[in-house]
């Protein structure tokens, strides 16, 4: 083929090879324009300094009718087994850039920057039998494991029952794959962040400066300088004597961002601010429920009932989110490129 492009330029010049705009297309793309231009001048369609372009379609199409000529092959058995380990190797990962983050707040530390190279080690800790050097290699994920995500690994397999996954092919066969998963996932990561994390932030906000100003909501109808109004908007009157202190505490925390404004600093945010002002509750929330589902499996008025009995006229605290997406142990969507 590279030949036949050489006998082209050489019939029809360099301009048969580039783009409209002067420039030089990749390799596969220059030998779909290359043969298309050659055939329509020959037509004599275009014109010598007159390029082309090219009409791209997806037609969407059952798997097992494409390959129904086919039944010996057993491609679709092994593109399925293929999509199954790889989703199961895929919600390991996450669970350990988890797991990572977590450790990393405990002991203070900045989180992880969620790219694909972060996920492409994760990943490669449950392929088993990839080894250190299994991200090795051109792109992103040219690189070894690093020590500190094994050592996270390594405690997280001895003390729970998550362990690397056996494929039935080589490792290697897999590592294009894995590589666009680790891509798919950072990108996740990048927009939930980007779309999430100030409605996140303001929901913690109001549940903390709700817990500050608890004893001073609706405790006392003959004074309105004590309540606050919650149906329409928390806080929109004065809680004379509440703790000023406190509540200046608060709306400094939440917005002070130490580590800058990444988005791994903003996913470190959002967990410090959900351990200091939301976590207690909502476990606590969290234990009542599970007893009223048990007592009341189709009564939810019933369940209602219980609960306010308990937990009071109070809001439902905000929930518990993980610093990282977590994927599903489904089968993934997954993708060879061979041009």
């Known amino acids: 083929m590279a030949d036949l492009v050489e006998r082209l330029i050489n019939r029809f010049g ?15 793309r220059r030998l779909h324009e290359t043969l298309l231009r050659t055939f329509e001048r020959r037509r004599r369609i275009l014109g010598a300094d007159q390029g082309v372009k090219l009409r791209h379609k997806t037609v969407s199409c059952s798997l097992a009718k494409v390959l129904q000529r086919h039944p010996s092959l057993d491609i679709a058995q092994t593109l399925q087994e293929a999509a199954v380990y790889v989703g199961k190797v895929r919600h390991l990962a996450s669970l350990l ?67 690397a996954l056996q494929a039935t092919w080589p490792p290697w066969r897999l590592h294009e794959v894995f590589l666009y998963v680790a891509k798919d996932m950072a990108t996740v990561a990048k927009t939930y962040i980007q779309v999430h994390f100030q409605r996140r932030r303001l929901a913690i906000t109001y549940w903390a400066l709700f817990q500050a100003l608890r004893a001073h909501i609706m405790n006392d109808d003959d004074d309105p300088d004590t309540q606050v109004d919650m149906t329409v908007r928390p806080f929109t009157r004065r809680a004379e004597g509440a703790d000023y202190l406190k509540i200046l505490d608060i709306c400094e925390t939440v ?31 969290r234990d009542l429920m599970p007893g009223l589902f048990e007592q009341f499996p189709d009564d939810a008025a019933a369940r209602r009932e219980n609960r306010d009995a308990v937990w009071g006229l109070l809001p439902v605290p905000p929930k518990l989110t993980a610093p990282l997406p977590r994927f599903k142990p489904q089968p993934a969507f997954i993708r060879i490129d061979r041009t």
Request: charged share 15%; hydrophobic share 25%; proline share 6%.
């Open 255 to 285: 917005h002070h961002s130490p580590d800058g404004d990444s988005d791994a600093s903003k996913r470190r945010l959002l967990a410090q601010l959900q351990q200091l002002y939301v976590e207690t509750d909502r476990t606590d929330y």
């Open 97 to 163: 850039a988890n797991y990572i983050c977590t450790w990393k707040l405990h002991h203070g530390q900045p989180f992880p920057d969620a790219t694909q190279r972060f996920y492409m080690e994760c990943s490669t800790c449950f392929v088993k039998g990839a080894g250190a050097g299994y991200t090795n290699g051109a792109g992103p994920g040219a690189a070894q494991v690093p020590p500190s995500t094994l050592q996270r690994f390594q405690y997280l397999r001895h003390n729970s029952n998550l362990q």
């Open 14 to 28: 360099q301009a048969a090879v580039n783009t409209a705009q002067g420039h030089e297309p990749s390799h596969t």
